[in-house]
């Protein structure tokens, strides 16, 4: 059972990756520029204004960057939020050579997103929401567990376990609400889900029939609707 569970995340990681040379058609309007990381890491960010004290982080998946999230920042703004997207270390035009990573380099992307978090505080941003697919989905649940400034989480295709990046502990400490996303057609995120969203204090899960891993599910099903609602009632 366990080489089985292990083999499906495996395979799971693997479609995970953007196909090699693919182009994002779209992109984030607004400001961009990089941010420096406690370690020392150059993050890459799209930032989208907007008056108020609410703001969204967006986390990418593995091998994707923040372009994944152009469409669904563009409605996030709409809706009244400052939205920053930022690409991992390793990943886009943030410093940083993935291919060289271990799973203590995969831990440390909780740094990434402290550093977006700093500058929407230097905004005036005190009511944050972050949204995170895959890998992304486990660094958001990680770090608002250390930040109590964060009021609900969207977390997409989470794992249980992915790159040694670990979820269960945190799914238990953190005491606001979370949104766990998840495709049936995705087997490990799905079982993840599942299991995480039982170890929550405060969850909704939602489960599709269909419509594969991570931000790919904005494009065949209903979550950016679903995402936004989620967001705009606890974001506060």
Same mark, same amino acid.
């Given at each position: 059972?366990?080489?089985? +569970?292990?083999?499906? !995340?495996?395979?799971? =990681? ?17 400001? &961009? ?18 008056? $108020? ?11 994707? #960057? ?28 943030? @410093? ?14 909780? =740094? ?21 697919? @895959?890998?992304?989905?486990? &660094? ?23 790159? $040694?990046?670990?979820?269960?502990? @945190?799914?238990?400490?953190? &005491? ?23 170890? !929550? ?6 489960? /599709?029939? #269909? ?5 790919? =599910? +904005? ?14 009632? /606890?974001?506060?």
């Amino acid at each position: 059972m366990k080489r089985l +569970f292990a083999l499906a !995340a495996l395979l799971m =990681l693997a479609a995970c990756q953007s196909p090699s040379g693919q182009m994002n058609a779209k992109i984030i309007s607004g400001q &961009t520029g990089t941010l420096e990381t406690a370690d020392g890491y150059s993050i890459a960010y799209s930032y989208l204004a907007a008056p $108020g004290s609410r703001g969204v982080i967006l986390l990418h998946m593995l091998g994707g #960057s923040k372009e994944d999230y152009a469409d669904f920042a563009q409605q996030l703004h709409t809706a009244g939020f400052a939205v920053i997207a930022i690409d991992f270390r390793g990943h886009g035009d943030s @410093s940083g050579a993935i291919n060289t990573f271990k799973d203590e380099d995969y831990r440390k992307f909780t =740094l990434d997103v402290k550093a977006a978090k700093q500058f929407l505080k230097e905004q005036g941003i005190h009511y944050v929401g972050i949204v995170g697919a @895959s890998i992304g989905a486990n &660094t958001a649940l990680n770090y608002a567990v250390t930040d109590p400034d964060v009021r609900t989480l969207v977390l997409i295709s989470p794992g249980e376990d992915y790159h $040694g990046v670990k979820t269960a502990e @945190s799914a238990k400490r953190y &005491t606001e609400r979370i949104l766990f996303v998840a495709a049936k057609d995705d087997d490990y995120s799905a079982l993840s889900a599942q299991r995480l969203a039982k170890l !929550a204090y405060k969850q909704s899960l939602q489960l /599709y029939p #269909s419509g594969g891993h991570g931000t790919r =599910l +904005f494009a065949k099903t209903d979550l950016n609707r679903i995402a936004r609602d989620w967001l705009v009632q /606890y974001v506060r």
